[in-house]
């Protein structure tokens, strides 16, 4: 399974920061998919996660209003625009699938990518 994430850099606070995804219309059609983050010495967490049956997302509370998930099935891609940029959002972002297209947006599918680091700092 192909998951391929750039995009990540350095971006100073209340910026913005486009994270895609490069991977297979099957995947983005067919398979749960979504973002996940990991700051240093903290677990992964969930970000946000697109519903394949329906198209509906998710969002975790922390960037709910500053993040938005979309994908581009033409191009085989699943992006996320960052917004309002905080610190704290300082993470290696990674984009990951499963083949539940229901499974629930946590950190444990099967699937991921190797990860884009984003800095958020002055």
């Known amino acids: 399974v192909q998951l391929q994430a750039s995009g990540g850099g350095l971006v100073q606070p209340g910026g913005s920061l486009t994270l895609s995804c490069a991977t297979s219309?099957?995947?983005?059609?067919?398979?749960?998919i979504g973002w996940f983050r990991q700051a240093p010495g903290k677990e992964r967490e969930a970000v946000s996660c697109?519903?394949?049956?329906?198209?509906?997302?998710y969002y975790e509370d922390p960037v709910r209003g500053r993040f938005a998930i979309s994908r581009d099935v033409a191009k085989s891609t699943l992006y996320l625009h960052m917004n309002n940029l905080k610190p704290e959002d300082t993470a290696v972002y990674y984009c990951?699938?499963?083949?539940?297209?229901?499974?629930?947006?946590?950190?444990?599918?099967?699937?991921w990518g190797q990860g884009t680091q984003v800095t958020v700092s002055s």
């Open positions: 697109i519903n394949n049956r329906d198209g509906s997302t």
């Open positions: 219309k099957f995947i983005l059609e067919s398979y749960a």
């Open positions: 990951a699938a499963d083949p539940i297209p229901l499974r629930a947006c946590i950190p444990t599918w099967d699937f």
